[in-house]
């Protein structure tokens, strides 16, 4: 059972650069997030989906955009990467049974540093 | 504001001893409630939950938490400590359908 996987598990970007993290869930789950850690900080959300082609802002989603395609996978994009994003950026699914909520299910982080 | 405070940063106990983690929240409504560990270079794993019922409730590892409305607090307890415990602990509270509130995060370290 693979739960959540995130792809690609470290990457190190210019200032300027794009790029696409991948995060794929195979748990059914309707509800799917992207977070990043910072030391300190905890974990702040950037941006979230409560179902296929829905999305919305989190706490922090300023240079980060999202999409959500396919209920299993939901795609994190850097579209000019900056200093500032180097984090660690973790994705979660979550799912809602009946009005009773459950907790996440974490991948196990993209380590991401911009030069 | 909603909020989950976790006032210990780090956290250091030699091998065997009992263990209480901290936590505190701000929300106004009747609170979910997880702990999670993070093992280095790893995700988040759920170690226990509180949504209603009994407000001791169990977890994975043998770890513990009490859930005290009157103290906004749900403290995490293990009454013995492994060398593989050695990990960062975060608090989080559910404070709407899709909105997680997480702590800032305790590191335990484990003396042998």
């Known amino acids: 059972n693979a739960g959540v996987t995130q792809t690609p598990k470290f990457r190190v970007l210019k200032t300027g650069q794009s790029m696409t993290l991948l995060c794929a869930q195979d748990?059914?789950?309707?509800?799917m997030y992207w977070y990043r850690q910072d030391p300190g900080m905890g974990l702040r959300l950037i941006h979230y989906?409560?179902?296929?082609?829905?999305?919305a802002k989190g706490e922090v989603p300023d240079g980060y955009n999202v999409s959500r395609l396919k209920k299993q996978n939901f795609l994190l994009g850097l579209e000019s990467a900056a200093p500032s994003q180097t984090s660690v950026y973790f994705c979660?699914?979550?799912?809602?049974?009946?009005?009773?909520?459950?907790?996440?299910?974490f991948g196990d982080g993209t380590r991401l540093s911009i030069l | 504001a909603q909020s989950v405070t976790q006032p210990d940063i780090h956290i250091t106990v030699s091998e065997g001893a009992s263990l209480e983690l901290r936590c505190n929240y701000s929300?106004?409504?009747?609170?979910?409630l997880f702990w999670y560990v993070q093992s280095p270079c790893q995700g988040l794993q759920l170690l226990l939950k509180?949504?209603?019922?009994?407000?001791l409730v169990q977890g994975i590892k043998g770890f513990e938490a009490e859930f005290k409305r009157s103290q906004s607090s749900f403290n995490l307890r293990k009454p013995s400590v492994h060398w593989s415990d050695a990990a960062e602990y975060f608090c989080?509270?559910?404070?709407?359908?899709?909105?997680?509130?997480f702590g800032t995060g305790t590191r335990l370290k484990v003396l042998a």
């Open positions: 979660a699914s979550s799912y809602d049974r009946g009005g009773s909520n459950q907790p996440q299910h």
């Open positions: 748990m059914n789950h309707e509800y």
């Open positions: 989080a509270v559910q404070a709407g359908t899709y909105k997680y509130i």
């Open positions: 929300y106004g409504a009747t609170p979910y």
């Open positions: 989906s409560v179902g296929e082609g829905t999305t």
């Open positions: 509180y949504f209603s019922g009994d407000t």
